[in-house]
């Protein structure tokens, strides 16, 4: 992004932040609003939950008491129940068509048991909105049946009184059968029409359904109600975006940046260092080392970009573009001579995560060349995770891979620690050769890291032989192969090939 693009985009984040704040405010009104909305909702199924079952408790209490029908004492517990259930305004037992008694006591006039409409998933059965002539009341009456006995509650339990003061309206209370027992728009003293523009939240239990809503808040009532706290608001963004625009700038030339815009384009290259067959002198393949090219001819050094690639989450993609390059560079090179091979460099993501196998299966499906000349390299901080690093191994091995731990030695790798990793060649590191057949502290360490490959019936890759001294020695204590300056420094694909063509006879 050049200068005029962020000075642009600096100029336009700060003369226009008002509108964008002012919807962003409008819509986290509205989500609030609705959150609102669905904990009222909750709290009147709750309480219409709790009121239906104190009513099914009453009723299945004297259903289950062995008086005679409508006897002094069946009366009594009648009327017991009915004072101590907070929700029954009334208990009735009826044999047949008619009531035949009461909380109250007998009836002397005749009341029809009025036929159930709907059968709730508990077994009870509903009669809704039954207005009484004998009670002394107009108010609309839910009745539980149970064979001989009904329970008669006021509809208006079912929603608390000070609900009516509240800014959310109870649009309607329903069986699960969709028939109301509450709605707003039929309420004879407060009738509410819904409005399709309301907003609004419904609730289902076994038993209920719920639906409450209320007036959805416009963005001109927001603007008028917010004003005082939003335009201070709009201020401070409009501030921000000018800093946002300096930060954005600072973003295009951040090392991270520059990395992923690298990957990108492709502009990671992989050259390849041969990997010799000390006993013959014969190149048995190579490893792909990553390299970083500048447009001004320049290389960035791998100990830079690498650590970097691990730190911002792109060694993955890293990974990935060095396989495919991998296969671009010297596939007709694997696919014509089966025992030459390949050794690519694998993060610990990579080991520790699986990652990698589901590369590994796609890139090389249908290429024509085998997992066995497919070689990988990991150093010894990726096998922290022992178990993860375990199951990646053995898989690997099971397709046919085969494994290096790289770098051995300058970490915290002993012989009881790899003993138990399925890994099939170790790599010294080239500070050790260097220290071969010279006065260096080091120089002791070689040969100790020599016996423990062969204690673990490993293959040796010894790393960095600079000198034909280091080659004799290696060759003397039985390490396998070799690599270094002594050999050829890595080389781009085509180079490559030549000197594999040069070397292989």
């Given at each position: 992004m050049t200068w005029a693009l962020v000075v642009l985009a600096t100029v336009i984040g700060t003369m226009?932040?008002?509108?964008?704040?002012?919807?962003?405010?409008?819509?986290?009104?509205?989500?609030?609003?609705?959150?609102?909305?669905?904990?009222?909702?909750?709290?009147?199924?709750?309480?219409?939950?709790?009121?239906?079952?104190?009513?099914?408790?009453?009723?299945?209490?004297?259903?289950?008491?062995?008086?005679?029908?409508?006897?002094?004492?069946?009366?009594?517990?009648?009327?017991?129940?009915?004072?101590e259930a907070l929700s029954v305004v009334n208990i009735g037992y009826g044999a047949g068509d008619v009531v035949e008694c009461n909380s109250w006591g007998m009836l002397n006039y005749k009341l029809v048991r009025a036929p159930v409409q709907i059968e709730q998933p508990d077994g009870i059965g509903l009669i809704l909105n039954w207005r009484p002539t004998n009670f002394g009341t107009d108010r609309a009456i839910l009745i539980l049946r149970l064979r001989e006995y009904s329970v008669l509650v006021d509809q208006r339990q079912f929603f608390n009184e000070w609900e009516t003061s509240n800014p959310f309206t109870i649009s309607e209370v329903r069986t699960r059968g969709a028939l109301p027992i509450y709605a707003s728009y039929l309420d004879r003293d407060r009738p509410t029409p819904p409005d399709a523009s309301d907003a609004s939240v419904e609730k289902v239990s076994r038993n209920w359904a719920v639906t409450v809503r209320q007036p959805r808040i416009t963005f001109k009532e927001h603007l008028q109600a917010n004003r005082a706290v939003l335009l201070p608001l709009s201020a401070a963004i409009a501030l921000l975006s000018a800093a946002?625009?300096?930060?954005?700038?600072?973003?295009?030339?951040?090392?991270?940046?520059?990395?992923?815009?690298?990957?990108?384009?492709?502009?990671?290259?992989?050259?390849?260092?041969?990997?010799?067959?000390?006993?013959?002198?014969?190149?048995?393949?190579?490893?792909?080392?990553?390299?970083?090219?500048?447009?001004?001819?320049?290389?960035?050094?791998?100990?830079?970009?690498?650590?970097?690639?691990?730190?911002?989450?792109?060694?993955?993609?890293?990974?990935?573009?060095?396989?495919?390059?991998?296969?671009?560079?010297?596939?007709?090179?694997?696919?014509?001579?089966?025992?030459?091979?390949?050794?690519?460099?694998?993060?610990?993501?990579?080991?520790?995560?699986?990652?990698?196998?589901?590369?590994?299966?796609?890139?090389?499906?249908?290429?024509?060349?085998?997992?066995?000349?497919?070689?990988?390299?990991?150093?010894?901080?990726?096998?922290?995770?022992?178990?993860?690093?375990?199951?990646t191994l053995l898989e690997l091995r099971r397709r046919g891979h085969r494994t290096a731990i790289d770098d051995f030695g300058t970490g915290y790798s002993g012989l009881n620690y790899i003993q138990n990793l399925p890994i099939d060649l170790l790599k010294i590191d080239r500070s050790f050769i260097t220290a071969v057949n010279t006065e260096a502290p080091t120089r002791d360490v070689t040969p100790y890291i020599i016996a423990m490959g062969h204690e673990l019936k490993l293959q040796i890759i010894a790393e960095g032989v600079e000198t034909e001294n280091q080659a004799e020695y290696l060759l003397t204590q039985g390490v396998s192969f070799a690599q270094g300056w002594l050999y050829s420094k890595a080389l781009p694909a085509s180079a490559f090939l030549v000197f594999w063509t040069a070397r292989r006879r």
């Open positions: 226009v932040p008002l509108a964008p704040t002012l919807y962003v405010s409008w819509r986290f009104a509205l989500s609030t609003q609705q959150e609102q909305l669905n904990a009222y909702a909750l709290r009147v199924l709750d309480h219409t939950d709790a009121v239906y079952a104190d009513a099914v408790s009453a009723l299945r209490t004297i259903a289950a008491m062995p008086f005679p029908p409508c006897s002094p004492q069946h009366i009594r517990a009648m009327l017991q129940i009915t004072e946002s625009g300096l930060l954005v700038l600072r973003r295009q030339s951040s090392p991270r940046t520059e990395l992923a815009k690298a990957l990108k384009k492709g502009e990671l290259v992989a050259h390849y260092q041969p990997i010799i067959e000390l006993a013959t002198g014969r190149c048995i393949g190579a490893e792909a080392l990553v390299r970083w090219p500048r447009a001004d001819g320049s290389q960035t050094p791998p100990d830079m970009f690498i650590p970097l690639a691990e730190e911002t989450g792109l060694i993955g993609r890293l990974t990935d573009q060095m396989l495919s390059a991998v296969i671009e560079d010297l596939g007709d090179l694997l696919r014509d001579d089966p025992q030459a091979h390949v050794s690519i460099n694998l993060s610990a993501v990579d080991i520790t995560t699986g990652r990698i196998l589901p590369v590994l299966e796609r890139v090389l499906d249908g290429s024509g060349i085998q997992p066995r000349q497919i070689w990988l390299e990991a150093t010894e901080r990726s096998f922290i995770d022992v178990d993860g690093a375990r199951a």
